[in-house]
């Protein structure tokens, strides 16, 4: 086994909980690009075990503290509590993640559940290697008809893997029809954004239908997740996405599940928010879900001003007693700081408002407590007063 040597500084954040080690922190490597490597501290004792990639910024990811080096059967074992923590949740849905990478202690690796398939995404060297043994402890575990590799994300790039989508079991369908709570979504595991779905929001959409009444704004529609999910409850919802594949899809599943008040538009929600304020329209209940308006740090300031935007203006589109459920998804934007830009544009509104939920991303879709980055999905259902 090879083995990588790092700083003091490396080992600290080994200590407190962090399993990245930045190449900034390594002193010495004797291994190659994708080995599963001893980890060994300044003074020459052995930190762990970890995944090493020789591309990545991100050297080295921790696998295991114990002392003897980790084999197949540890990744079996946190491949089968992954999977038995996702059964235990009783979630009432036929898709969802079953692996979250970091969070299930198997770093640079995403595994979804889409009905009888499997999708999985291979974000580090070393997960990327070991697709086949992967591969076949999912086939041991799970028995699904097929799996699919969408190794397509751009992060891929930043380990100088290829992008690329492949079958690795079985077969599997253009097309795979899931169900969550009564609605019934058509996806394309092969070019769908993520994996096909977002199912981080499975349990927003339901918490939105407590609240969601009258008329309802659906903004970043995508597959029409939260506009389906509360059209039962509601008068009418206009969804929005940008997209004119998104919005055939939205049109396909409302005729799909018989639900005849949904209206989608493919508009830029930034024009078609304007547009509204400036025809008079108002709203009872808004959902706000834009795609990650911060992918970097750099891009923080810029994404702040986004949110503030479509906030203070579906504030206003707001009648008084309506919701507001208000997402981020940017891990490099805190909670605190876009509860911050929600009050900012609550204040330019002149609207008082209450929050009513606070909420993150579904329960299949861990946060590991040493990493704040894997907080990334805010979600704050807030009430107008006035
Ligand atoms: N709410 C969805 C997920 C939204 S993902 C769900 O519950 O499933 C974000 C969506 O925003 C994507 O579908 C993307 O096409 C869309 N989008 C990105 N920029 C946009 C813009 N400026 N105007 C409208 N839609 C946009």
């Not at 097929?146 to 097309?175: C, F, K, S």
């Not at 927003?204 to 970043?220: K, Q």
Request: aromatic share 6%.
């Amino acid at each position: 086994m090879g083995s990588v040597t790092i700083t003091k500084r490396g080992e600290q954040r080994v200590r407190n909980g962090h399993p990245w080690i930045y190449k900034s922190d390594v002193v010495a490597t004797d291994a190659a690009g994708g080995d599963l490597v001893a980890v060994v501290d300044p003074r020459g004792q052995r930190a762990g075990y970890a995944l090493y990639s020789d591309r990545s910024e991100i050297a080295l990811r921790m696998f295991s503290r114990a002392a003897a080096p980790p084999d197949l059967s540890l990744w079996r074992e946190r491949l089968r509590q992954a999977c038995a923590f996702r059964t235990s949740l009783g979630l009432d849905a036929t898709a969802c993640r079953l692996v979250h990478g970091e969070a299930d202690l198997l770093p640079g690796l995403v595994v979804d559940r889409y009905g009888d398939y499997l999708v999985l995404q291979a974000l580090a060297q070393t997960t990327d290697r070991m697709l086949p043994e992967i591969t076949a402890l999912l086939v041991e575990l799970i028995a699904p008809a097929g799996i699919l590799a969408r190794n397509d994300p751009r992060v891929r790039l930043l380990e100088g893997l290829e992008q690329r989508v492949e079958v690795l079991y079985g077969t599997v369908p253009e097309t795979i029809e899931v169900r969550e709570g009564p609605i019934v979504y058509a996806v394309d595991p092969y070019h769908g954004q993520k994996t096909g779905l977002f199912l981080d929001q499975r349990e927003n959409r339901i918490a939105a239908a407590r609240y969601a009444h009258g008329r309802v704004l659906d903004a970043f529609s995508y597959h029409g997740g939260f506009a389906l999910t509360l059209a039962p409850v509601s008068r009418e919802v206009v969804a929005v996405d940008i997209s004119e594949a998104a919005v055939e899809r939205i049109r396909a599943n409302a005729a799909r599940n018989g639900i005849t008040n949904v209206e989608a538009r493919a508009m830029n929600v930034f024009d078609e928010l304007r547009e509204l304020e400036r025809r008079g329209d108002r709203f009872d209940t808004i959902v706000l879900d834009p795609p990650a308006f911060a992918k970097n740090k750099a891009a923080i300031p810029k994404a702040l001003s986004g949110y503030k935007e479509i906030n203070l203006r579906a504030l206003k589109l707001l009648s008084p007693g309506g919701f507001l459920i208000t997402c981020s998804c940017s891990y490099n934007v805190s909670e605190a700081a876009f509860a911050e830009v929600i009050a900012a544009a609550a204040i330019d509104a002149h609207a008082d408002v209450t929050v009513v939920e606070k909420r993150m991303q579904g329960r299949d879709h861990p946060v590991l407590m040493t990493v704040p980055e894997t907080f990334y999905l805010k979600c704050f259902i807030l009430r107008k007063l006035s």
